[in-house]
């Protein structure tokens, strides 16, 4: 059982958007300004989407978007596209050299 | 560009042993810290360990406490974790990955499978 908790599925149709949620507890993502957002497309290296709850490294488009609210931060996705199509993870610092992720969200694009 | 190259996976008898390499380019692998991430199949990212850019300290998942080594070599930019006493949990794909800000992993390779079975 994974330390955030996801929700398994998220769909939306293109041009739509869609939001995931991961929750955790005030010892890690609603303790930290530490949570991420990865993309893995399977058989590929993850990739950065999101990281200090709402920053968006340099390359990622401005439909990614991430907030917190609490113990649990959300990744948006607007104007949803075929190659947003992926597994998403968010991750989180949890104190005393420790990280944790979530279990992981499959985002269909209908 | 940044390139994260794992290898060294395989199958392996439980109690036995693995040392899986991450070969890195693109940066200066020097001065950055390192992490080790796994996933279990149909599961999702489980973090592992973490090395210091000079390599003066080294972080683990309880999971992993005791029986896992990461080490690097930054004459050959190249990341390692030892993985002793394995046990069939232990099967996964495993992930080199790039510390960054925000204590976050701004690089993955693509990964090494390691597979514990008899």
């Known amino acids: 059982q994974s330390a955030l908790t ?40 993850p990739k950065l989407m999101i990281y200090e709850v709402s920053k968006r490294p340099s390359g990622v488009p401005d439909r990614f978007s991430g907030s917190r609210s609490g113990n649990t931060a959300s990744l948006t996705v607007s104007g949803l596209q075929a190659e947003d199509e992926a597994d998403y993870y968010c991750g989180s610092y949890a104190g005393r050299y420790n990280w944790v992720f979530g279990g992981g969200t499959k985002l269909t694009v209908l | 560009q940044v390139q994260l190259v794992e290898s060294g996976g395989g199958v392996v008898q439980p109690g036995g042993s693995l040392r899986l390499s991450c070969a890195a380019s693109g940066f200066t692998f020097s001065n950055y810290g390192m992490h080790w991430v796994r996933q279990a199949p149909g599961k999702g990212l489980e973090w592992v360990a973490f090395i210091r850019s000079d390599g003066s300290n080294t972080y683990f998942a309880d999971s992993v406490k005791g029986r896992f080594t990461i080490s ?11 993985m002793n006493s394995l046990r069939a949990d232990d099967t996964a794909m495993y992930f080199c990955a790039k510390a960054w800000s925000g204590n976050s992993f701004d690089y993955w390779g693509q990964g090494t499978l390691v597979t514990v079975s008899s």
């Not at chain 1, 929750?23 to 590929?44: E, F, L």
């Not at chain 2, 690097?72 to 030892?82: E, G, H, M, P, W």
């Open chain 2, 72 to 82: 690097r070599d930054n004459s050959k930019n190249t990341l390692y974790v030892q």
């Open chain 1, 6 to 45: 996801q929700p398994p599925s998220a769909s939306g149709s293109p041009g739509q958007s869609v939001t995931i949620s991961c929750t955790g507890t005030s010892s890690d993502a609603g303790g930290y300004n530490y949570v991420s957002w990865y993309q893995h497309h399977p058989g590929k290296a």
